[in-house]
């Protein structure tokens, strides 16, 4: 019968739900039950003699056997796995003589804490970021009693916070609409609601789930309806600004000038701008020629204003300006990496942008010659490849070029490709100099200055006969553009209101001494080479020797000022 009793009682512990381990005084494992083998993940069997820190490294059982002392509730780790564990002396005759640890696997409900605890602080955060997001938020269950309101919204409403947690909505919020969204299912956005004496705007969420509706939740949008009004008026507003700097954008992309600008009677003058007028309604190619300051600029802009593409972008690209190892880049655009110092995203080039409209290459003579072969294939393809791409887009573009260098001679030279010769020479617009229309003199120097009094401030009415007379004389090299510098110095230097001998330059009274223009044209070129001379020199002062900064303060390109530099002998 004992027998009988201890394998009952074995028995008994291997089937209890918490875990048993029995050491003797030695710390060896003298009874194990199953549940304790499961939690250490070791047989009951394989323990049995072993020492109970060869099992449990971190037990402190084998204190209890040393000290005699219990602990009680206290959490220990074994593996992956959480306990809470009881550990007490076994006594025999008042002497130590074992010790039994009873501990119950707290894993689960471990996680279930940490849950719980991440989930109460998802909540907190979601609740202060509702304070400050919105005016107002109310949530319901699905029988409509209140389950959470931010403090703002029951400020508003003028009530607790406490006293209307639990609350059915329609006894807390007049002029709800809640509880029917509730039964409908449906959402109502933007709705007007009069609560505390304001028409607010609202708006009102069911919550589903699994297609069943288990709440919602309600948000005061604007508490009173006033500033959904003063909101509608700044879009208004700024819809309003877009729109004018759109076709502010717009008309600055457009031409400028045109054919009434272009100011002279002359039969040489009036056969290139009746040229020009019956071009201007073709999608033709256009090429300009002429000396410096003819106009030809004003020619392209006023064949774009009066063609079907006036509405559309007038892209300018000086071909001399810019250097020739970024004129393709600024011509073709390029791919985001394409060269050092590329921008982030690319960039379109100047015949994309022209796209629809009409693209004016200016100075096309200077044109590199590796270039003119990539330009001669948009003018026969109509097709643009951006620098380090490669894929090829069609573009619809008009194109003008102008130049005052003698492109039939240049290709002579074996200068200039005899094939984009063509393309560009479809019709040829010859802008006479000045010398060859001094009749015309009067009526520019006339438009000249009513246009330089608006942009000087000025009131000068005319020049005098003696100034007439030298104008109409001046062989004028420099044509309109010189004529136009001659006028602004000597309004700039006025007594009175009509421009005098002298008040011109001192090359152009040198002139009317000596009636020599070679004489001067070289005074001219002199005064020119000082006054640039001295401009570089204090541009560079001022920028402390950095080129690249004085040119921008002389508002030229640096490779312009290289070769300024070069050509004046000037050291930097």
């Known amino acids: 019968m004992p027998g009988t009793r201890s394998f009952q009682f074995e028995a008994a512990l291997n089937a209890t739900y918490n875990a048993i ?82 501990f119950q696997d707290i894993t689960e409900l471990q996680k279930a804490l940490q849950e719980l605890h991440t989930t109460r602080d998802m909540l907190a955060m979601l609740e202060t970021g509702l304070e400050h997001v919105s005016d107002g938020i109310v949530m319901v269950d699905k029988n409509g009693c209140i389950t959470m309101m931010t403090d703002a919204y029951a400020r508003f409403l003028g009530l607790d916070h406490d006293e209307v947690m639990g609350r059915h909505i329609t006894q807390v919020i007049e002029n709800t609409r809640m509880h029917i969204v509730l039964n409908t299912g449906k959402a109502e956005i933007g709705e007007i609601q009069r609560i505390k004496g304001r028409d607010t ?36 507003l700024a ?37 020009a007028r019956r071009v201007s309604k073709s999608p033709s190619t256009v090429l300009i020629q002429g000396e410096s300051g003819t106009g030809k600029e004003l020619i392209a802009h006023a064949i774009h204003g009066a063609s079907p593409r006036k509405d559309q972008a007038f892209i300018r690209v000086n071909c001399a300006a810019i250097p020739k190892d970024l004129l393709e880049a600024e011509l073709f655009g390029y791919v985001e990496g394409a060269f050092t110092g590329a921008k982030k995203g690319g960039k379109l080039g100047k015949i994309k942008l022209a796209h629809k409209g009409t693209i004016f290459l200016d100075e096309v003579g200077d044109m590199p010659i ?31 070029a102008a130049t005052n260098k003698d492109l039939q001679q240049m290709v002579v030279e074996g200068e200039y490709r005899k094939d984009l010769y063509y393309r560009l020479n479809v019709v040829n617009i010859f802008m006479p100099p000045l010398r060859e229309h001094p009749q015309d003199i009067p009526i520019l120097a006339g438009e000249l200055i009513d246009k330089l009094n608006i942009d000087l401030g000025t009131a000068v009415t005319g020049v005098s006969p003696e100034v007439e007379t030298l104008l109409l004389s001046y062989h004028w090299p420099g044509n309109v553009r010189e004529l136009e510098n001659v006028l602004e110095r000597a ?32 005074t001219l070129e002199k005064e020119l080479e000082l006054a640039e001379k001295r401009a570089i020199k204090r541009a560079l002062k001022h920028a402390e020797g950095n080129k690249i900064k004085a040119a921008k303060i002389l508002n030229i390109h640096r490779a312009t000022l290289y070769r300024k530099l070069e050509k004046y002998q000037l050291d930097a």
């Not at 003797?24 to 047989?43: L, M, P, R, T, Y």
């Not at 509706?213 to 879009?235: E, H, N, T």
């Not at 270039?371 to 294939?377: A, I, P, V």
């Not at 700039?492 to 009317?512: A, C, R, T, W």
Request: a negative charge.
């Open 21 to 102: 381990i029995v050491i003797n005084e030695d710390c060896k494992v003298i009874f194990s039950n199953q549940a304790a083998g499961e939690i250490i993940n070791v047989s009951a069997e394989t323990m049995l003699g072993k020492h109970i820190k060869d099992v449990v490294p971190n037990t402190q059982l084998d204190q209890v056997v040393v000290d005699g002392r219990p602990r009680l509730h206290n959490r220990l780790t074994i593996g992956e796995r959480y306990v809470i564990t009881n550990r007490t002396p076994i006594l025999r005759d008042g002497k130590i003589v074992g010790a039994v640890a009873v």
């Open 201 to 236: 705007v609202v708006m009102r969420i069911p919550i589903k789930n699994n297609g069943e509706v288990i709440g919602g939740i309600g948000q005061v949008m604007f508490q009173d309806i006033s500033d959904l009004k003063k909101l509608a008026q700044r879009l208004h």
């Open 239 to 275: 819809e309003t600004k877009l729109e004018y700097y759109q076709q502010e954008y717009k008309r600055w992309q457009q031409s400028r000038y045109n054919f009434s600008n272009i100011a002279g009677e002359s039969p040489q003058l009036a056969l290139a701008k009746e040229l």
């Open 370 to 400: 590796e270039m003119q072969m990539k330009l001669l294939r948009v003018l026969q393809e109509r097709e643009v490849e951006k620098l380090g791409g490669n894929e090829i887009e069609k573009v619809d573009i008009r194109v003008i």
């Open 491 to 522: 309004m700039n230097v006025i007594e009175g209101s009509v421009i005098e001998l002298k008040d011109l330059p001192i090359y152009l009274q040198d002139y009317e001494l000596t009636g020599s223009p070679q004489a001067a044209a070289d």
